[in-house]
């Protein structure tokens, strides 16, 4: 039996394709919000550091009605980092739509997202979207799009997918790629028609699975998932168990909340049938991937493993000189408590506290991006804290050290390919084709993660600021060899006290700077990138020593060249082996492990 009136489809794409804006043009002709009811741009992005970078971080939940028919729409994320979201996500619909741009085409997270789909026999609406863009190119993205569902080995029926073409900014929406719509209709009714009813066995004991967390102050965990089975009232006696953990001890709880999801708004119900996704609090330790069952049938159901990280970081309280100046937050029992909050509600993150060390924390997870919004989300909130550079996890298979590879595609200015090409083989990357794109190069290469790091700086140097770059987790393989990270050394900081312009500008002749005068500084702490291989000592607290005997022309203004503002990112990317980053609400210091000059010398000579 099929639940008629429900039909649940996830939106997946690559990021920057236009998902989140297609959800908001669907809300709006949804009938969702009221006729004169004011909107934001990108509704579903709410979180501060969505909105700024305009991504989507978190896979997030919305209800439509169209014709009598709920449609539960789940705009999941485009970032490969995010890519856990969006496999368990799959889990809980009947379908997908296939957001593509009409100029870029298929990009690794779309070709990603899109095996997942077709693994689980979902049925895939392929839209085209961006139709408007003056550099499209609708026909050669339809004969992509055809090959990479070919590659995917996907089936007759999901070959024959129908296509769509639209402009989610404009709202409009068509079923041929030479004529514009007037409105999303189209869309709305091949969902109806093309996308399943979810099964609904009513009579059978209640069963759901957990695809989703949210994490709220006042009542904790909320579990999010499809209801696959039977009907779940308020106050329900309910088990959990574990498909994985089929040993671990029954839980026992009850469903003291339950929620429907509604246009934006979470509306509290008292019962929920199945096929219908639903929301529901009670249960303090449920995590995703358990199943919630009736006692009377406790079965639990199969749930693929999350993808473990690939990638690492040290967090550990500040010890900087400077420490304790800025942040609200700053013992490591405050780092300890934030860190493992964070798992609660970000299950691609694994937090590892260090034997024999109280202050510091392993924290894996599965990009720099991961990493980087974990660390703004906790600067925000007044967090004082270090991060050492990003390591890569290795893995033994078959008795060799094995490192995880990523697919890597980038789009660039044909002029430029060459570069492009020389640097990532510097860096183990094997080019695995490449096809011109009108008079650019698109080219795809298996490289190291850890020949990543830093890269970005350089790729985007080499193409004038016009290239495109993405990567996804493909795959481990036997370990490479090692990679130079960085060509030159670093620009260190000999005295405490606080950069004048007579020492800096002593010091932009060495190399180039990250500070300008009167900033607070410290021995050891990094202020330039040095013009030669080795790390280079700098006074840039020094002053010009006044005497009556100088010449009439030598106190003329000094001229500093202005400094490179340093992002997270880059921040991040700069980080060589033996250097950490302070990370405060106001500042971001890059420094060396061993502050005093001395002691480092004599622990990079070996000397104790």
């Given at each position: 039996?099929?639940?008629?009136?429900?039909?649940?489809?996830?939106?997946?794409?690559?990021?920057?394709?236009?998902?989140?804006?297609?959800?908001?043009?669907?809300?709006?002709?949804?009938?969702?919000?009221?006729?004169?009811?004011?909107?934001?741009?990108?509704?579903?992005?709410?979180?501060?550091?969505?909105?700024?970078?305009?991504?989507?971080?978190?896979?997030?939940?919305?209800?439509?009605?169209?014709?009598?028919?709920?449609?539960?729409?789940?705009?999941?994320?485009?970032?490969?980092?995010?890519?856990?979201?969006?496999?368990?996500?799959?889990?809980?619909?009947?379908?997908?739509?296939?957001?593509?741009?009409?100029?870029?085409?298929?990009?690794?997270?779309?070709?990603?997202?899109?095996?997942?789909?077709?693994?689980?026999?979902?049925?895939?609406?392929?839209?085209?979207?961006?139709?408007?863009?003056?550099?499209?190119?609708?026909?050669?993205?339809?004969?992509?799009?055809?090959?990479?569902?070919?590659?995917?080995?996907?089936?007759?029926?999901?070959?024959?997918?129908?296509?769509?073409?639209?402009?989610?900014?404009?709202?409009?929406?068509?079923?041929?790629?030479?004529?514009?719509?007037?409105?999303?209709?189209?869309?709305?009714?091949?969902?109806?028609?093309?996308?399943?009813?979810?099964?609904?066995?009513?009579?059978?004991?209640?069963?759901?699975?957990?695809?989703?967390?949210?994490?709220?102050?006042?009542?904790?965990?909320?579990?999010?998932?499809?209801?696959?089975?039977?009907?779940?009232?308020?106050?329900?006696?309910?088990?959990?168990?574990?498909?994985?953990?089929?040993?671990?001890?029954?839980?026992?709880?009850?469903?003291?909340?339950?929620?429907?999801?509604?246009?934006?708004?979470?509306?509290?119900?008292?019962?929920?049938?199945?096929?219908?996704?639903?929301?529901?609090?009670?249960?303090?330790?449920?995590?995703?991937?358990?199943?919630?069952?009736?006692?009377?049938?406790?079965?639990?159901?199969?749930?693929?493993?999350?993808?473990?990280?690939?990638?690492?970081?040290?967090?550990?309280?500040?010890?900087?000189?400077?420490?304790?100046?800025?942040?609200?937050?700053?013992?490591?029992?405050?780092?300890?408590d934030r860190l493992f909050k964070e798992m609660l509600k970000d299950v691609s993150l694994k937090v590892m506290e260090i034997p024999g060390a109280?202050?510091?924390?392993?924290?894996?997870?599965?990009?720099?991006?991961?990493?980087?919004?974990?660390?703004?989300?906790?600067?925000?909130?007044?967090?004082?804290?270090?991060?050492?550079?990003?390591?890569?996890?290795?893995?033994?298979?078959?008795?060799?050290?094995?490192?995880?590879?990523?697919?890597?595609?980038?789009?660039?200015?044909?002029?430029?390919?060459?570069?492009?090409?020389?640097?990532?083989?510097?860096?183990?990357g094997d080019m695995v084709e490449m096809t011109p794109v009108g008079d650019r190069m698109k080219a795809e290469f298996l490289i190291p993660a850890?020949?990543?790091?830093?890269?970005?700086?350089?790729?985007?140097?080499?193409?004038?600021?016009?290239?495109?770059?993405?990567?996804?987790?493909?795959?481990?393989?036997?370990?490479?060899?090692?990679?130079?990270?960085?060509?030159?050394?670093?620009?260190?900081?000999?005295?405490?006290?606080?950069?004048?312009?007579?020492?800096?500008?002593?010091?932009?002749?060495?190399?180039?700077?990250?500070?300008?005068?009167?900033?607070?500084?410290?021995?050891?702490?990094?202020?330039?990138?040095?013009?030669?291989?080795?790390?280079?000592?700098?006074?840039?607290?020094?002053?010009?020593?006044?005497?009556?005997?100088?010449?009439?022309?030598?106190?003329?203004?000094?001229?500093?060249?202005?400094?490179?503002?340093?992002?997270?990112?880059?921040?991040?990317?700069?980080?060589?082996?033996?250097?950490?980053?302070?990370?405060?609400?106001?500042?971001?210091?890059?420094?060396?492990?061993?502050?005093?000059?001395?002691?480092?010398?004599?622990?990079?000579?070996?000397?104790?």
């Open positions: 039996m099929q639940n008629e009136q429900i039909r649940n489809v996830a939106i997946i794409a690559h990021v920057d394709h236009g998902k989140t804006t297609l959800v908001d043009q669907m809300l709006r002709q949804g009938g969702v919000y009221r006729a004169n009811q004011e909107v934001v741009d990108r509704v579903m992005d709410s979180g501060d550091l969505e909105r700024e970078r305009g991504i989507t971080i978190l896979a997030k939940n919305t209800a439509i009605d169209y014709k009598g028919v709920k449609i539960n729409i789940v705009d999941t994320p485009g970032h490969a980092d995010f890519g856990g979201e969006v496999e368990r996500i799959l889990k809980m619909v009947n379908g997908v739509i296939l957001l593509v741009d009409a100029a870029e085409g298929p990009m690794p997270q779309t070709r990603f997202v899109l095996s997942r789909a077709l693994e689980l026999g979902h049925r895939v609406i392929v839209v085209v979207n961006k139709i408007d863009r003056p550099d499209q190119r609708i026909h050669a993205v339809i004969d992509e799009i055809l090959e990479l569902l070919m590659d995917l080995n996907a089936t007759a029926e999901q070959l024959d997918s129908p296509m769509l073409f639209c402009s989610a900014r404009q709202g409009i929406c068509s079923y041929s790629p030479d004529e514009l719509g007037t409105d999303l209709k189209p869309l709305f009714e091949t969902i109806l028609e093309y996308i399943p009813a979810p099964e609904a066995e009513v009579d059978k004991p209640f069963q759901m699975l957990v695809s989703s967390i949210d994490y709220n102050d006042f009542v904790g965990r909320i579990a999010i998932g499809r209801i696959e089975q039977g009907t779940l009232r308020q106050n329900q006696e309910i088990s959990v168990c574990n498909y994985h953990a089929p040993e671990a001890e029954l839980r026992k709880a009850k469903a003291t909340a339950i929620y429907e999801f509604d246009g934006l708004d979470r509306k509290p119900i008292t019962e929920a049938t199945a096929g219908n996704i639903i929301a529901m609090s009670g249960i303090p330790d449920i995590t995703i991937g358990d199943t919630i069952c009736d006692p009377t049938y406790v079965e639990a159901l199969p749930f693929v493993k999350i993808s473990k990280p690939t990638m690492e970081m040290t967090f550990s309280i500040n010890d900087s000189p400077y420490a304790g100046r800025e942040g609200k937050y700053v013992t490591s029992r405050n780092l300890r109280t202050d510091s924390f392993n924290v894996a997870g599965r990009g720099e991006m991961h990493f980087s919004i974990l660390i703004e989300t906790m600067r925000r909130e007044g967090y004082e804290f270090q991060v050492s550079p990003p390591r890569v996890l290795y893995q033994e298979i078959d008795g060799k050290k094995c490192e995880p590879i990523e697919r890597l595609v980038v789009d660039v200015p044909a002029e430029t390919i060459g570069a492009v090409i020389e640097k990532l083989g510097q860096r183990k850890r020949g990543l790091f830093g890269y970005r700086n350089d790729f985007m140097t080499d193409t004038k600021g016009e290239g495109i770059m993405a990567s996804v987790f493909d795959s481990y393989a036997p370990y490479r060899g090692d990679i130079q990270r960085r060509g030159m050394g670093s620009l260190v900081c000999s005295e405490t006290g606080e950069s004048i312009t007579y020492g800096l500008y002593n010091a932009q002749e060495r190399g180039s700077l990250f500070i300008g005068a009167g900033l607070p500084v410290y021995e050891g702490m990094v202020i330039g990138l040095a013009n030669r291989g080795e790390d280079i000592t700098v006074n840039a607290c020094k002053k010009k020593q006044l005497t009556n005997t100088r010449a009439s022309g030598s106190d003329d203004a000094l001229r500093l060249v202005p400094p490179k503002q340093m992002s997270l990112e880059q921040c991040m990317e700069f980080l060589a082996d033996d250097e950490l980053l302070e990370v405060t609400p106001k500042s971001l210091r890059i420094r060396k492990r061993i502050l005093n000059h001395e002691q480092r010398m004599k622990s990079m000579h070996g000397k104790k």
